[in-house]
């Protein structure tokens, strides 16, 4: 019995280092992100859970609110290899995978990646692409990979995607596909800033300076690409009871029958739903998660899911308040 309790004791002890851990690595990125981003606090906590969750961003907002700003000081302060796609009416699918070139000394083609091959990728724009090329992204960001002509090329570990888009009343934009929409594990909305913040944004980015060289001299690099496998694998270690799976799949099941949605999240959303509370609780200190933090990120984790109805649509209704009125409707567990 002691031995039991001995062992019970530990293994409770090694969770609370973890989540310890991950909770420090959460304050000292964000905290490293403050210096050059001015709020959009749902942006970064957002980009940090996908970072330790292993999924995908989509960010979406009116161009000059400091978008791809934020994540380029992202992949500065985590010490990732980083890449950036422009997107634009005439992209091609082989200029974000790559392709085969004739080399002429070997009198034989090989393969020349494209700028797909990073560990944090921002594909700025993307909405502003065909279908075709959209659709090029696809396996990439679900298998981690490229295959052209046969051949199988792996992209670097850990893989992000932070996709920016502006809105589709913007001129020259077109609208993602249903299948790729799903591939991303959260969409974070930015917003104007506040007075305080606009008159911070100003005072900090008012001055001429060469960013690169700024984020290198004001930005410390307080991580790297292996710790960020690791703090992957710590995150699923977090507890989900069986009560709280039960509360996401309740979730989940009703935005397919809620009466103003005309599509409903499938099955990857509470994927997304769980990986994303397993991380907040970590960043909160936990070694376990509580219905708070599922309910916290159901908003940029549905809201690219489900699609509202035609009547919805001309009454005016937005879809982050019908999912907060349908999260009120379903009962919270006690854990």
Not at 96 to 116: E, N, S, Y
Not at 213 to 222: A, D, F, G, I, S
Not at 248 to 274: C, Q
């Amino acid at each position: 019995m002691d031995d039991a309790v001995s062992e019970a004791s530990e293994k409770l002890g090694v969770a609370s280092n973890i989540s310890e851990e991950v909770r420090v690595f959460f304050e000292r990125v964000s905290s490293e992100i403050a210096k050059i981003v001015v709020g959009q606090e749902e942006l970064v906590t957002t980009a940090l859970i996908a970072l330790v969750s292993g999924g995908h961003v989509l960010i979406e907002g009116v161009p000059g609110l400091g978008k791809t700003l934020f994540v380029k000081t992202l992949g500065q302060v985590i010490g990732c290899k980083f890449g950036r796609i422009q997107f634009t009416a005439d992209l091609m699918p082989s200029d974000v995978t790559g392709a085969p070139i004739f080399d002429m000394k070997l009198q034989d083609f090989r393969f020349r990646p494209g700028p797909v091959f990073v560990q944090l990728l921002l594909a700025d724009e993307i909405n502003r692409s065909p279908a075709k090329t959209h659709a090029a992204l696809l396996e990439i960001m679900q298998e981690s990979r490229v295959t052209i002509d046969g051949v199988t090329h792996p992209v670097p570990n850990p893989f992000l995607v932070f996709a920016t888009q502006n809105p589709l009343e913007s001129e020259g934009t077109y609208s993602l596909p249903e299948a790729q929409l799903d591939r991303f594990m959260f969409k974070a909305m930015v917003s104007y800033p506040s007075e305080e913040e606009e008159a911070r944004v100003l005072e900090m980015h008012s001055r001429k300076v060469d960013m690169a060289r700024h984020l290198e001299t004001q930005v410390e690099n307080v991580s790297s690409a292996q710790t960020i496998q690791d703090l992957i694998h710590k995150v699923s270690q977090v507890r989900i009871e069986p009560k709280l799976l039960q509360y996401v799949n309740r979730i989940v099941r009703a935005t397919r029958t809620w009466p103003t949605f005309h599509l409903g999240a499938s099955p990857r959303a509470g994927l997304s739903l769980i990986q994303g509370a397993r991380a907040l609780a970590a960043f909160r200190g936990r070694d376990y998660a509580v219905p708070d933090d599922v309910a916290e990120i159901v908003l940029p984790t549905l809201r690219h899911r489900v699609v509202l109805g035609a009547e919805a649509e001309v009454e005016g209704l937005s879809i982050d308040q019908e999912l907060r009125t349908l999260l009120k409707s379903i009962e919270v567990p006690r854990t």
